[in-house]
């Protein structure tokens, strides 16, 4: 039985492959009885649309149901902090709410982004550990400070489903602009994911956007196991050559890390860093793009990129609610 | 299969009697298991009670599920603007939020009302049209500028069901007033339905606030096909001889639409416009009111009578879930 | 079957004692079965987060499901005053709103709070009959002004579920510092809990914070038949002595209800109301702690004690979940 999702890390590759197949064979034969009267608790202490969606619609699919809690829909606002005497706003504590919500489903899955207050409390995925540690179900990541593993395992599927090759397929993870600083969750984890799958992978991204040594680190030890590579560059045009793949993504500046205004006095010279037609010249002619939405077009790239052939995205997305039923259904399911 | 459910003029009489019965045969005999795992999208843009509500509802009745996204769930709004830079709040287009959205589904419901700057845009439904054209799968109108659908076939079920005469019947469709301007969709899309059903309508209406003439010639041309007819008058007495039905409604000054001063200034000496027994004198004994709700009263309507007999406002409401049942059915059910 | 569930004091002792009963076996084994297409509405005029969360997953346990209508989900504020005239900010009134969210369900959950304005209306519970009075359907009180029913039935569960003798069991209801007046209801039905189950209650508080005499008394008709007792006491020392439970809750000055003012003034004397460790001395040495939770750390209860072995709220708060299940299968199942 499977009792957490939280890193593909966690899994050997027999057993990413029996996911990605369950994902594939719950698409094309529906279960609608796979986990009939259970029960998926969602607490997002942060927005969402297609997590949010595709999890309560996996569960309809899989014959069951959820319930979300979110701070906002109360007057009980969550305080976290240990120790703190509570005579201010927050009426409730994470130590009572997280186990009560985790108590009434049959697994929970958790969304908090990166505070993006300190790269060391952030890596060390320090608040999203005082969450899951106080549950005691089956629980799943919805995108921690550091991880995303759902959409990892989507677009795993997705490189599957568009028979990209696994060793010899080059993947482009780049940084692209954004008004704002976002977390590393996605980029940290996606560079993993690509790396494990025996990918030559370049991490292409500006100046000061270097991912943090670790990151780096464990995808290189992951791409030599299977076969694979990982480099950095900020030559567009070298990074992009016999490219299959480009994966855009904006994230903070990690040499800046927690202080707003410089990084938005770096990000502000970098708003050309929008993907657009020419960034593909020297890639593979079919080179596709994804990004694990939302989007902004314009800024993160280009409307004739998006609404073009090379654009995945809309699949990519879809994939999440597959994936995630095959998660669901190893968690909760009754062979599970 | 049930492609569509936009507009009662897409369908014949026999696909409308058969939707109804269906609503019927659900309500007396319930099919817990018709839409077993089957979901349905619901993307509200705008604001819902009952159709919120009745949604949910109905696909939990047939054994399946639903999920509700509206963009203030989330930070991202949603951008609908074409070839637009998102360097502003909007974190999101439509063109990647809604078929992301329908893909999680099996069918989806959206629901944009009119934005009320351009009846022009608004009776070529130029918002609704371009999200819906985002949808490659069936889906539902929860409301959009110009029509109503799910209104409209539980209003033709809740005529059945208290045995008002199709031909012969007299509906007068009435304005009333109301402190803010309202959209057309409710008035022009129940207009069409009761000339539609083979009534004879009379639109009550002030002086500025006529519907527009497309709206008044496609009602008219499905009342001379069904053997009804379709009259305008600003006389409240002559309006209601003889009539089984007062469906009363407020809408924008179509004079002065998009101009919410004049339209103001207009409507403001119009307050008398509140549907009250003396109205009744010169109507059919069990002359009946109807309201698609939320109703003001003391407003739109008097309390004796929405608390008196001749109010069907809460069987019509009913009606609205056992309709959208029916749709759902057609839609995702195996035979559909 | 079960039509409205209110309050403990409309069951008799086999009822009760069936409804735990029923919880758990459902606990023990699920009937997933039990409710399918079955739906809940849920309409909550206060907030909510247990209620919100245990409810929709005991639907979903139960094989049906539910869907959730709050005032601050749409433009349409709610009007509840009779007779008036609808010309605000409110576009809907109870009187068509909760009549048209019940004829959704196959029953209906509401929750209204006390408007603690005046104590004779809240104890008349003058809003929540303004409500259910609008429902012919079966119905659950999800917290009214002096009413939590569900909240007691888990409770009494939960007593049960720690072997707290029920004759000669020592139950202190003890009204701990809240920076905020809090409503009666869970103090009030807590102690008509306490008392129906035969235990020896007392009621510790300061002065001015009196429970009101006729729910004094109703605790005691209760206790005296059930071969308990109920006493009030402001010496925590004594009150302890020998206590099986102490059950912590904040509320309102009776003295002062519906002045803000003055209920602060006398509260703000009273923050060593702090449940900690001490006051467990003259205590029975397995005493445990109880809460219906939210509840402000180091506020009402010591972090020790909440995080230590006497507190049993977490049970407590998942018994909410199978309580309510218990009552949502004789209110829908099919033998009900």
Known sequence: ???????????????????????????????????????????????????????????????????????????????????????????????????????????????????????????????????????????????????HPCQNLADWKTLDDYSVPANGGKFVLSWAYHPKALPLAVPASTLYTAARRGMDVTVLRPEGFELPPSVMDKARTAAENAGGSVRESDDRREAMEGAHIIYAKSWSSTRHYGDRIADQKLRNELDDWCVDEPWFEPAAPDCRFMHCLPVRRGVVVADGVLDGPRSIVIHEARNRMLAQMAVLHQMMGDKA
Chains 1, 2, 3 share one sequence.
Do not use: C
């Open 1 to 147: 039985m499977l009792k957490t999702f939280n890193d593909l890390a966690d899994f050997s590759d027999e057993e990413i492959r029996a996911l990605i197949d369950l994902a594939n064979r719950l698409d094309a034969h529906p279960e609608p009885e796979a986990l009939k009267g259970k029960v998926l608790s969602l607490l997002f202490l942060s927005p969402s649309l297609r997590t949010l969606a595709s999890f309560q619609a996996a569960m309809v699919r899989l014959g069951g149901g959820s319930f979300v809690i979110s701070p906002d829909m109360s007057i009980h606002g969550l305080e976290s902090r240990h120790g703190i005497v509570m005579d201010g706003v927050a009426a409730e504590h994470i130590r009572e709410a997280v186990p009560v919500i985790a108590s009434y489903g049959n697994a929970i899955g958790i969304r908090a982004f990166a505070e993006r207050k300190s790269l060391e409390d952030d890596m060390a995925e320090k608040e999203f550990r005082a969450l899951t540690s106080l549950v005691d179900k089956p629980w799943i990541n919805m995108e921690s400070a550091m991880g």
